[in-house]
């Protein structure tokens, strides 16, 4: 048994793992089942990205997809009260279009890969040695500035526009002044009182008082 | 090669050295919890377990008896599936971070170049557990605590990774023996005293992100009886209670590896045995930072759960962007002393 055999066993058993992973995540009925097979079908994928030595990528994808992005989709996912019957209605009568479509993204899937395989040309030795993290890096931050900055403010005005489309000023809400609380004194909240010894006065108790007989029968 | 060395050297070469480090792992969380009750007793004056085994070391051992032999209920109408496969989920990544952490200069399971990015997407995962423990138990109580712990862990996990960045813009490495070894030099070459503020985040954020005292809101007694396991009974409540520790002690060594120079020693060179570096220093201080999960227990009461929020998202995170440009200036204008690890 060699390497080679053993690397393309892993790569079938991944591949099938992510498919069927994808399958399920349109076909089970429990919609958190369905986010979980999502996540596995991430987890398969950055397992087939690491057989293909793109390590930085692929632990990237379990930090930010796995990791991050569908921790909250979980979290919607189990606040909303889906109604299972009305979600599948549809799945039926859609599937034609569903399926038309999937061929068609598959086809030009496969010539895109057609093609590319055409102009393929092997690639060189890393020049960083053997971390392509580092080599990742030197190539994001010296010949791709320019893209990688603008990626990022574009994300970050993303962020802003999130935040001020979802922010609504409601009136009539009190905030908390965290500033305040902090600064708060002892002496602003409690207030020591000597008071004075002095003996129990002797107070006689008060006299009976028998209530007068009412509506008496 | 024939089959039988390939097996040998791929198969069960690799399983030893992972149960050489898991053994002495969970052996170290039943001790560590045995020395947290002692602590919490000496700092309530109390005397903590005393009673089973020699000064009561053996106290832990029979609660892990006691929790296997308990049944594990399953409540109504929960989820079958995800209930039991909950547990699995938190304790699998608690487990498998520990491949990359280097015991010193050449002791390392896996000497990855993305090893901090690794670490990363293993204690991102971790939260999984808790969330499905929360949903599936089918109870109020856990999904409260679900909810609390999972956004209390998603906001400090950033001002988390945010303090790591500093220590990667310093070394400029991802792999955690570099990482040791560009702190070589004396005590104030580690990288503790250049990235101070970040170092006293990473803590803290290390433990919110565990769920631990002053930050257990997820399991707060007094409001929500246990959080997230509060269904869960026997051996799969000790799973959770395994995983919480292995997490508290893989967050004590990470902070001794990046900012406390991991099995470097303090004192110099020509001091014959205690100046030269051994897995014995990071035990040293790793056991000290385990200690103050003890000492803040004891001593802290809980948050708020809005301070908690406010202080991950107003304080941490944006003290420690700033402090990624300040280690940026100190890396390019040679503020600091970098070591080789020669």
């Known amino acids: 048994m060699n390497t080679d055999l053993l690397q393309l066993i892993c790569f079938y058993f991944f591949g099938a793992v992510a498919v069927i992973g994808g399958l399920m995540v349109i076909s089970v009925k429990n919609s958190v089942h369905a986010v979980l097979s999502l996540v596995l079908t991430f987890f398969s994928m950055a397992c087939v990205w690491l057989l293909a030595e793109a390590e930085f990528l692929a632990i990237a994808l379990v930090v930010v997809y796995v990791g991050a992005v569908m921790v909250l989709f979980l979290f919607v996912v189990m606040m909303l009260d889906i109604k299972q019957e009305v979600v599948r209605e549809g799945f039926i009568r859609y599937l034609p279009v569903g399926i038309v479509v999937a061929v068609v993204m598959l086809a030009e899937m496969l010539a895109m890969i057609g093609v590319k395989a055409m102009h393929a040309h092997t690639l060189g030795p890393n020049p960083a040695g053997d971390s392509n993290v580092a080599w990742l890096g030197q190539a994001l931050y010296t010949e791709f500035l320019l893209p990688f900055e603008i990626a990022a403010l574009i994300l970050t005005v993303g962020i802003v526009a999130a935040v001020a489309l979802t922010l609504r000023q409601r009136a009539g809400v009190r905030h908390q002044s965290a500033a305040q609380q902090v600064a708060v004194h002892a002496a602003d909240r409690v207030r020591v009182v000597k008071v004075a010894v002095e003996r129990p006065a002797s107070v006689n108790p008060a006299p009976v008082v028998v209530p007068p007989q009412e509506n008496a029968p | ?86 547990p699995m989920l938190a304790l699998v990544p608690a487990m498998a971070a520990w491949a990359v952490v280097p015991f010193g200069p050449e002791t390392v399971l896996a000497n990855v170049n993305a090893g901090v990015l690794y670490l990363l997407a293993m204690t991102s995962m971790g939260v999984y557990g808790i969330i499905l423990a929360g949903w599936s138990s089918n109870s109020r109580y856990a999904m409260l605590g679900a909810m609390r712990a999972a956004a209390q862990v998603i906001s400090y996990e950033l001002a ?53 005292a002053p930050f257990d809101v997820a399991e707060g007694e007094s409001e929500i009886v246990a959080g997230f396991h ?49 897995f014995h220093w990071l035990f040293i201080k790793a056991f000290f930072f385990a200690f103050l999960f003890l000492w803040f227990r004891a001593s802290f009461p809980r948050y708020r759960y809005d301070q908690i929020m406010r202080l991950g998202w107003k304080v941490f995170i944006p003290i420690t962007i700033v402090w990624v440009l300040v280690a940026g200036c100190m890396k390019y204008f040679g503020w600091v002393h970098l070591g080789t690890g020669a």
């Not at chain 2, 500093?166 to 490495?173: M, R």
């Open chain 2, 1 to 86: 090669m024939t089959m039988a060395d390939q097996l040998i050297h791929h198969l069960l070469i690799p399983v030893l050295f992972i149960l050489a480090i898991l053994l002495p792992l969970i052996i170290s969380v039943a001790m560590f919890v045995y020395w947290e009750r002692k602590v919490i007793g000496w700092m309530h004056v109390r005397m903590g377990p005393n009673k089973i085994g020699p000064l009561g070391m053996l106290q832990a051992f029979a609660d892990v008896v006691k929790l296997l032999l308990k049944e594990v209920i399953l409540p109504t109408n929960a989820n079958k599936f995800l209930y039991y496969l909950a």
């Open chain 2, 160 to 212: 988390m990774g945010m303090s790591i960045v500093c220590v990667l813009v310093l070394t400029g490495s991802l792999n955690l023996t570099a990482i040791v070894n560009a702190q070589s030099g004396n005590f104030f070459d580690w990288f503790w005293l250049p990235l101070l503020p970040v170092f006293v985040i990473y803590f803290v954020s290390g433990v919110a992100e565990t769920n631990r």
């Open chain 2, 230 to 278: 509060v269904e869960y009974s026997g051996s799969a409540f000790a799973i959770f209670f395994l995983a919480e520790y292995a997490n508290m002690i893989l967050v004590s060594f990470l902070a001794s590896i990046l900012f406390m120079g991991g099995w470097l020693s303090p004192f110099p060179e020509s001091w014959g045995f205690i100046g030269h570096g051994g």
